[in-house]
């Protein structure tokens, strides 16, 4: 059973373009939702995080978008650039469960061509 | 303190070898995880560590699996008898203790068992 499902499962966003994942949950105890990018043989690396008392969260151009009723979210990469092609993971966490422990999507792969 | 660190970045081994991996967390981060991460999937949770205790281990964490963290501060995560399907990256990540806590991965160990 897929807890997260994440699409699309490959992206390819022109250079200057708007670069759009989406993710949606089941658990509705989840109450911490990250996402991570993850460079070629390398660990993932938080980017960014949302908690559901809020709707939308911006850093830079990274910025999550959070319906609760919905049960979904998604990650706006603005104004995307070459350097951001790596695989992205959206992530969710029940933190009533005691371990903390994440559970991801499949991941996304984004191309951004010059 | 430079992150979470990994060693070592790579392991080839033979089937049914034992191998040993190490993981350093970020100093006075009292959690630890291990993650397992195949091609093309996200990271899936195997086991956590509060401390020196070893709190939850995913049903992923097969008898053939043991994770020790002694003095609460590094952890090492064994492999015995291994098999072509525990090729994979495995992640440790580390964070404080909890709501608002984030977990920091490190770069991860690729094993291959050839």
């Known amino acids: 059973q897929q807890q997260v499902k994440q699409s699309p499962q490959s992206l390819i966003v022109q250079k200057g373009g708007i670069s759009i994942i989406n993710c949606a949950y089941e658990?509705?105890?989840?109450?911490?939702f990250p996402w991570y990018q993850q460079f070629p043989g390398k660990g993932p690396a938080l980017l960014i995080a949302i908690r559901p008392d809020v709707s939308e969260k911006k850093e830079g151009r990274f910025t999550i978008s959070f319906n609760k009723s919905a049960k979904q979210f998604s990650l706006h990469i603005m104004d995307s650039q070459p350097g951001d092609s790596a695989t992205y993971f959206c992530?969710?966490?029940?933190?009533?469960?005691?371990?903390?422990?994440?559970?991801f999507g499949k991941g996304t792969k984004l191309s951004v061509i010059p | 303190d430079t992150g979470v660190s990994q060693d070592p970045r790579h392991k080839i081994t033979k089937r049914g070898q034992n191998v040993t991996f190490r993981c350093d967390p970020i100093s006075e981060h009292n959690r630890l995880y291990w993650y397992r991460q195949t091609l093309g999937q996200g990271p899936e949770f195997l086991t956590y560590?509060?401390?020196?205790?070893?709190?939850?281990k995913s049903r992923l964490l097969s008898d053939r699996f043991s994770a020790e963290r002694p003095k609460g501060s590094f952890s090492t995560l064994e492999i015995q008898r291994t098999e072509q399907g525990d090729s994979a990256m495995y992640l440790c990540?580390?964070?404080?203790?909890?709501?608002?806590?984030?977990?920091?991965f490190g770069q991860g160990t690729r094993l291959t068992v050839v």
């Open positions: 992530a969710a966490r029940d933190s009533g469960a005691g371990s903390y422990q994440l559970t």
């Open positions: 560590f509060q401390n020196e205790a070893q709190l939850e």
């Open positions: 990540a580390s964070s404080f203790s909890g709501v608002n806590t984030e977990a920091f």
């Open positions: 658990n509705t105890a989840f109450d911490y």
